[in-house]
C-alpha cells in the first residue's frame, strides 16, 4: 500500500472516521486488492453508503501499518 494511503488510513483511524474511497482516487486505492486487506482483518469497507465504499483501518491494521 502507498505509504501516503497508509497515513491517511491511520490519521482517519485515529479519530475514528471513515474515509470515502473516492476521495483517495489520487492514490490510486484500485490498484489494491481492498478484499484481500479486508480478509487478512486489516481494514473494513462499507459499501452501503451514500458516499459510495468507505474504508477504516482495523486495530489490526493500524498496528500493521503504523
Known sequence: MDELLARVLIKA????????????????PHSIDLLKLEDDGLILVKRRSPDGILIMLTLKGYHYFK
Request: aromatic share 12%; glycine share 0%.
Open 13 to 28: 483511524k485515529e479519530m475514528t472516521k471513515w474515509v470515502p474511497i473516492k476521495y483517495l482516487v489520487m492514490h490510486r
